[in-house]
């Protein structure tokens, strides 16, 4: 009943936070009102619809930048954990991002 509509409107919004991280990563300066204002608005869309978005696109938490390699992030890879780690440049954080296969972008 209700749930093909919750998916719908979940999808959605994950195609938004696409968009909105896309925006955020082309736009030259990560670090820009602009930039983390995109990232921001995708985390709310994301923490509202419980859609997790750090598998997609890894983004500082206190920056609210998106972490590009070689522009504002330094990555390493952890292979034995299975995980990748990008650092911000910035503030030092540091982002774990697993990279599993992906399950159809199921969120
Ligand atoms: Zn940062």
């Known amino acids: 009943m209700h749930e093909d509509t919750k998916r719908q409107v979940r999808s959605l919004a994950g195609e938004r936070i696409k968009v909105l991280l896309e925006l955020a990563k082309s736009y030259g300066d990560p670090y820009s009102d602009f930039a983390t204002g995109y990232v921001k608005l995708a985390r709310k869309i994301s923490s509202h619809?419980?859609?997790?978005?750090?598998?997609?696109?890894?983004?500082?938490?206190?920056?609210?930048?998106?972490?590009?390699?070689?522009?504002?992030?330094?990555?390493?890879?952890?292979?034995?954990?299975?995980?990748?780690?990008?650092?911000c440049e910035r503030c030092g954080a540091e982002v774990h991002v697993s990279y599993k296969k992906k399950s159809r972008d199921a969120a």
């Open 49 to 87: 619809y419980k859609i997790s978005i750090g598998n997609r696109t890894p983004y500082c938490k206190s920056c609210n930048c998106v972490l590009i390699p070689g522009k504002n992030a330094s990555v390493r890879v952890a292979s034995s954990k299975k995980f990748v780690v990008y650092k």
